[in-house]
DNA sequence: CATACACATTCCCAATTGGAATACCAATAA
DNA sequence: TTATTGGTATTCCAATTGGGAATGTGTATG
């Protein structure tokens, strides 16, 4: 027996003072409202309706008990049905984790026309270069290079950057600036670990294994130990734009086709997706598309 | 399936963050929770659970569901409780209706003394001389002279009254006060219609068809028509003392084992009676017991 | 007194439920 | 990589439950 469908029963029938009317009423046998509502009085231990041979009416206790069966079902349905609504619109909090350079210089202004496009969203970005568990830390959405699949993720494409190869000043000069790609073996490189095999990289589509003296799958902690003379490493042009301005990087292999790094927005895979993070997907991915093609 | 079950059930799991976990706590199969949590999952229309292999965690609906749920469970299981224990404690309000004579002049000290012994109980006293409907008027207990059984009603007796049997002095004077019962014949009669018949007294446990001149369902108005002098009535003493005192009513048959009037106390038949009301009843009913030893 | 009306009960069949075993999936260990 | 483990989902079947129709019971009504 659904204890629910019971208090609901129950609700009617105080209301219509009638077990047969509410069966009508409901399309459902007068046998069976009997049935129910003797199965609630039961499991509940007291009786609420006084029966009659013409019409019923409700007990003290089924009297107090309606007034709150009243105040529960009016909750728990709105309750359900706002969160029914968070499937078809974009509202609730969203929580997004990205590495920092990538969400400084990449997500601040998709998530500013995003919010103003949809208001009732707020939206919390953790800032994060380690690989975050979205379940532990409660992240709607993570931003990563790498397509690693976690345990029941989902991912989506958002761009492919082209990398962009640089080295310091100070170590090309001690070790001269390559003319070509194909020089590459002679270099001292700085890889990401997360690429698979890391120690591989192409230029013009062609394989070259490089000499790895150091790797990380933090990218900050790359760009650090190029800008720190080790050797020459690999990012997208946008983390390390500021260090070439600054003049404490140096673009290298400027003119060869590149391995692109592609990033992914990774969700969680649930039967019933709420809409916002569909949607802010959605978003992103349109929104990086559109930005490509200028 | 019991959507309270499961929304038990979803609390449960909440807590300890397992199906199997839950499953063994509560003695049923893990399928069996993996089923109804599905089930409700489906008829919300949302997840509650992100699964991983390992564990289980709850979605951002799942968290707003389950403050929500918490909260109402809560709530109606307080209200169960309390209206439950109604049944085996002398709480909340007693609606008692008797009639006005014996409201106030047999009443109020039984009630003074059950409200000392019982003060989580209130008890509301409505006067009415008519026979009042227990369900429309929403009576607990009602007070009668009659044992006229309406619908589903029981009733148990308080006491037994012996009848005192008065007339005007007027009346009296005019028509000759009777010396023996043997002379009631002779009289005019006021009788009260719910006795049945209404028309025949007994003296000495004999029978007398009396000549009826006018009969009511009232005790008032069958006490007023006898100091207008209509005839000779019956009523137990206690209604009519101040009357007699008062020299406006004069006692006859002084020296007659007389018919004797039963008061009971009529209440709903319910499955689940409130201890209150039993216990009134029981109350009163001892309390008259004793008193007619004095 | 017969009738009508309303709730309770019974009987029976279809639908649902729950348990046990199994499938499945991912994290961990080897 | 592979095997193992710890967890959820699914499948299958027996048992229970639930609903409808008919019937029973008790009470107003005319």
Redesign the pocket.
């Given at each position: 027996?659904?204890k629910f469908?019971c208090i609901k029963l129950f609700n009617q029938?105080a209301r219509l003072?009638?077990?047969?009317?509410?069966?009508n009423e409901l399309?459902?046998?007068?046998?069976?409202?009997?049935?129910?509502?003797?199965?609630l009085e039961n499991s509940l231990g007291f009786t609420l309706?006084h029966?009659?041979?013409?019409?019923?009416s409700l007990t003290s206790a089924g009297k107090q008990y309606l007034k709150q069966c009243h105040e529960l079902i009016e909750k728990i349905t709105i309750t359900e049905q706002r969160l029914k609504n968070e499937l078809s619109q974009v509202v609730g909090e969203l929580k997004i984790s990205a590495p920092s350079a990538f969400a400084t210089q990449r997500l601040a202004i998709p998530i500013r026309d995003f919010i103003n496009l949809n208001p009732k969203v707020s939206i919390n970005v953790s800032v994060n270069d380690k690989q975050v568990n979205l379940y532990n830390d409660d992240i709607d959405i993570a931003i990563r290079a790498s397509n690693l699949?976690?345990?029941?993720l989902k991912a989506k494409k958002l761009l492919d950057h082209e990398l962009c190869y640089f080295a310091s000043p100070d170590y090309l000069k001690q070790n001269g600036t390559p003319i070509s790609h194909k020089e590459i073996a002679h270099y001292h490189c700085i890889t990401y670990s997360l690429s698979n095999p890391s120690n591989v990289w192409y230029f013009n589509k062609e394989k070259y294994t490089v000499r790895e003296i150091f790797s990380s799958d933090s990218p900050e902690m790359i760009v650090n130990m190029a800008i720190l003379g080790l050797g020459i490493a690999a990012m997208p042009k946008w983390m390390v734009q500021k260090h070439i301005d600054k003049n404490e990087l140096i673009e290298v292999f400027e003119n060869v086709e590149k391995h692109s790094l592609p990033m992914y927005a990774v969700y969680k895979n649930e039967d019933y997706l709420p809409f916002r993070i569909r949607a802010f997907i959605d978003f992103l991915a349109s929104y990086f598309e559109s930005e490509k093609l200028k």
């Open positions: 027996m659904d469908e029938i003072g009638s077990f047969t009317a509410t069966a399309n459902m046998s007068q046998g069976a409202v009997s049935k129910k509502i003797a199965w309706f029966r009659t041979s013409r019409k019923v699949k976690d345990s029941g």
